[in-house]
């Protein structure tokens, strides 16, 4: 525990720097799924500016501020990261790079990899050189996960994987996928499975986009035919790839809920409601009441976050609470882009209209409670570990 | 630490068993357990230790209001412990301190009368303090003065000549009335008329024309520790609507099966773990930044009053025909919820308060 002169200190040089450091393009403004910088290799900036900007984080290790030095962090403790947080949303800073190795493979990796792995896969995420997506959901396991048929044979050296996953978020943009793969079809469902980190460039990896309801396509379908995975790209052991699978799926879940700033802003919904607003009009009442509604949940659901991100730097991590923050977080989520929208009015019907993304990113809320484990699954979770009722 | 003290203690002395004796009895008040709590440290917990206080701060004050909402405990300890003990604070003479020491030993109670219409509005105040001499004539009406009955003091807001001055006077001054209420709730509330009430100097409690530096640190304190308060009811229903689900049958199996159930009650313990969060910073809030506490006990207030409503009336639809009884328990979080979530403001008074900070 540092002294709060420390702090002090640790603030105003961090301040100092995200002055010195965010250019100005890359501050302000609703986030918006279209303007989040990814990395990878394919990555297309929208600007010089999102590329210098990552690119500076980066080397100061603000693009994954908690993990260790060595692995690309920033190496910060939790009132550290308070601060952080504080700072940059005190000039409105976009985040500097997001992606799925930062939310969901860098934790999984922090607590279940090697040393070696977390060197040689960590920092280029950390970076944004390296681009990864999620190979769980397949055809036929939905909600029920843990029904993976994605099979790897066991070839002495290496798994020959076999099968398909869909809902592969961004596969396409993506340089590497971690996947579940059933790598014991004689155990029972849970016992099977490996964590397997495979390469996109590989032969025998095929990824179609699915053109969604947004007409984007941040979904994709996968397809592994013969693909060869050196058996040093296991995470944790073999056949114990569910243990990796529902540690992900937590930090997952409380990424979708908001905790990672993915989907939803710091700024007050009624002020870029009053933003959309046509001149002279003021909200109405039902609007406003609703807006209200939804600001009170939204800090609520803030505080709840932090309260368990402190309570995880002491050791008890949010657990099955997870699938609270998740459920909670995304209906949020999906009200507030539906209050956006009344506000937008017909100016929020075109697509790329005067708002925008306003109605893809609408859209794209409506698979907030279904991705990450549905809103039901999360109920059910809760009731049975957190409320203890019987099956 | 502090919740498990108190719960051990309330556990015996105050289940919800004992309010109902009492509410059978026809009485709102339990003298002899208030003299338990003060002896515990309860009724002093925001008094100073000079004053004979344990001076624990809000977010303390807000772990007993919680424990005591659970088992809907009677207490002055609100209007007493915290509304009126936060007001004497901010009042520095050898007055003040004589009386956070009467709060301190359970000797003095108090209740605050604000309220004038059926709705919280403290700015609209209409009750008048004349100034006569060298003090005060008060003429006027409040209502739902919570504790009014009992009290043995009353804080009275009222307009003076160029703004609101709140009185500390004995409620049995000549010319009050004290009406006690038959409330839903089964606690003490009181209609009070002050006909021509005399007042002096030393009756004002800071500054005459200036009652809400005093009054807005007390009432965002009760505030802050009803909303505290209002989250154990929501539990206190949570937990026995929970414990009923895993024992009762239907269909020839518990009800805790039927997945209807299941996410009812789960959707309502994710009300009731966000509600926390904000009951929980708005005491810290109080406790380290108290000049700027407002939203942060607007928040709490708003979520608090959201979330016991929803408690009690699952708790009733899933306790089915039984929680419609009065022999049953359930009801009375139903009526505990009503109540606080009119005091000190309701969910759209406190959503607005919100609103105004966030900017709309």
Known sequence: MQSDQELKHFRAELREWLEANCPAEMRGGEPSEASVCWGGKSFEFESDAQRVWMERAASKGYTVPTWPVEYGGAGMNRAQEKIFIEEMDRIEARSPLQSFGIWMLGPALLHFGTHEQKLHYLPPIARGEIRWCQGYSEPGAGSDLASVQTKGEDKGDHWLVNGQKIWTSYADKADWIFALIRTDRDAPKHKGISFLLIDMEDEGVETRPIKLISGASVFCETFFTNVQVPKEQIVGDENRGWDVA??????????????????????????????????????????????????????????????????????????????????????????????????????????????????????????????????????????????GLPG | MLADAARGFLDKSAPVKAFRDLRDAGQTHDAKMWKEMAAMGWAGVLVPESAGGVDMGHAAAGVLAHEMGKTLVVSPFLSTAVIAATALRHVSDARAEAALAKIASGDATYALAVDETSKFNPDATAMTATAEGN??????????????????????????????????????????????????????????????????????????????????????????????????????????????????????????????????????????????????????????????????????????????????????????????????????????????????????????????HRGF
């Open chain 2, 135 to 356: 003090g005060f004539r008060l003429t006027g009406k409040k209502t739902f003065v919570v504790d009014g009955a009992l009290a043995d003091r009353l804080l009275v807001l009222a307009k003076t000549d160029n703004g609101l001055t709140l009185f500390d006077i004995p409620a049995d001054r000549a010319g009050i009335t004290r009406n006690a209420q038959n409330m839903i709730d089964a606690r003490d509330s009181a209609r009070i008329d002050f006909d021509n009430v005399e007042a002096t100097g030393d009756d004002v409690l800071g500054q005459v024309d200036d009652a809400m530096t005093v009054l807005k640190p007390a009432i965002e304190a009760g505030q802050a520790a009803l909303a505290a308060e209002m989250a154990g009811v929501a539990a206190g229903a949570f937990g026995m609507t929970v414990g009923y689900l895993k024992e009762r049958k239907q269909f020839g199996t518990l009800i805790g099966t039927f997945q209807a159930l299941q996410h009812r009650a789960a959707h309502l313990w994710c009300e009731i773990e966000v509600t926390a969060s904000a009951v929980l910073h708005a005491g810290r809030k109080l406790d380290e930044d108290p000049e700027n506490a407002t939203m942060a006990v607007s928040l709490a207030k708003a979520r608090a009053t959201s979330t016991a409503r929803l408690a009690v009336q699952e708790g009733v639809q899933m306790h089915g025909g039984i929680g419609m009884t009065d022999a049953f328990d359930i009801g009375f979080y139903m009526k505990r919820a009503r109540v606080g979530a009119e005091w000190l403001g309701d969910y759209g008074y406190h959503a607005n308060q919100v609103a105004k």
């Open chain 1, 246 to 387: 529902k540690y992900l799926l937590t930090h997952e879940r409380e990424m979708i809920s908001g905790g990672g700033q993915g989907l939803s802003g710091g700024r007050a919904l009624g002020a870029v409601l009053n933003e959309s607003l046509a001149e002279g009009q003021e909200m109405d009442t039902v609007l406003r009441a609703d807006a209200m509604r939804c600001e009170v949940d939204a800090l609520a659901i803030g505080l709840t976050l932090e309260r368990y991100k402190d309570q995880a730097e002491a050791g008890t991590g949010a657990g099955d609470a997870s699938a609270m923050l998740k459920y909670m977080g995304t209906e949020l989520n999906m009200q507030r882009h539906e209050l956006l929208m009344a506000a937008g009015g017909s100016d929020a019907l075109e697509w790329d209209g005067p708002l925008g993304n306003r109605p893809a990113d609408w859209l794209r809320t409506k698979a907030n409670s279904i991705e990450g484990g549905t809103s039901e699954v999360m109920l059910s979770i809760i009731s049975r570990r957190v409320l």
